[in-house]
């Protein structure tokens, strides 16, 4: 069974995605923001990291560079919402953060976020 880590400050967001992908047959481990997110990694084997963007302690950007340190070859998918002022808060042209390997956009279906892990975890 695949393992995730669904990186999301928002706590029923967080939960309602894991459900969803718990139920879509994958194990999945939350962290509330970047910084728990790296203690997991540091415990957990992960084979999968959905991160959100905004975040408190430590946001998508950093994490995602810190992770890029110890895990370069693990696949990191961010989801984030209003893209415009997070691109512009970021300097970003896009929600193609660096080192991340893809992204999804919120508000999003499970479906669709089901078939982009399928497609990240099974190249």
Same mark, same amino acid.
Do not use: C
């Given at each position: *069974?695949?393992?995730i880590l669904l990186? $999301?400050?928002?706590?029923?967001? @967080? $939960?309602?995605?894991?459900? !969803? ?5 994958? +194990?999945?481990?939350? !962290? ?9 990694? +540091? $415990?957990? =084997? ?6 959100? %963007?905004?975040? &408190? =302690? *430590?946001?998508? #950007? ?5 992770? @890029? $340190?110890?895990? &370069?070859?693990? &696949? ?6 209003? /893209?415009? /002022?997070? *691109?512009? @808060?970021?300097?970003l042209k896009s929600?193609? #953060?660096?080192?991340?390997? /893809?992204?999804?956009k919120k508000p999003? =279906?499970?479906?669709?976020? #089901?078939?982009?892990?399928?497609? %990240?975890?099974? &190249?």
């Amino acid at each position: *069974m695949k393992h995730i880590l669904l990186v $999301e400050d928002e706590t029923l967001l @967080r $939960e309602g995605i894991e459900e !969803a992908l718990e139920l879509s047959g994958f +194990q999945v481990s939350g !962290a509330a923001n970047g910084i728990e997110a790296l203690e997991s990694i +540091q $415990e957990t =084997k992960f084979d999968l990291v959905i991160s959100d %963007l905004v975040m &408190p =302690k *430590m946001d998508g #950007v950093d994490f995602v560079a810190k992770l @890029r $340190e110890t895990h &370069p070859d693990l &696949p990191v998918l961010i989801a984030s919402g209003s /893209a415009g /002022a997070v *691109m512009a @808060r970021f300097g970003l042209k896009s929600l193609d #953060v660096p080192g991340a390997t /893809a992204h999804i956009k919120k508000p999003f =279906k499970v479906a669709d976020l #089901v078939a982009l892990v399928n497609e %990240l975890l099974n &190249p």
